[in-house]
């Protein structure tokens, strides 16, 4: 709605209390999957683990640390001294 002043200014609109609505951008249609292909990634990926589940591929003790190595026995007493 606009409303004319009576003084000769210009038209003022005025303010409604109605939400002006958003325009929101379309949505990107999805692209669907090559059915075939799917099923072929699905057959590598169940190949593999089942390698892996076999056993096949273990990682190699490559750690930063040994936790199988056993820590030599210390005397409690020169604990005691040494502090």
Same mark, same amino acid.
């Given at each position: 709605m606009m409303r004319s002043a009576s003084s000769g200014t210009a038209d003022i609109p005025l303010r409604s209390n109605e939400k002006r609505s958003?325009?929101?951008? &379309?949505?990107? %249609?999805?692209? !669907? /999957?090559? &059915? &075939? +292909? @799917?099923? !072929? &990634?699905?057959? +590598? #990926?169940? #190949?593999?683990?089942?390698? @892996? /589940? =076999?056993?096949?591929?273990? %990682?190699?003790? =490559?750690?930063?640390?040994? +936790? #199988? #190595?056993c820590l030599p026995a210390v005397n409690q007493q020169q604990l005691l001294d040494a502090a």
């Open positions: 958003k325009r929101r951008a &379309a949505p990107k %249609p999805r692209r !669907k /999957n090559d &059915a &075939a +292909l @799917v099923a !072929k &990634a699905r057959e +590598l #990926r169940d #190949r593999w683990l089942e390698r @892996v /589940n =076999s056993g096949e591929y273990l %990682p190699q003790a =490559s750690g930063k640390y040994d +936790l #199988r #190595r």
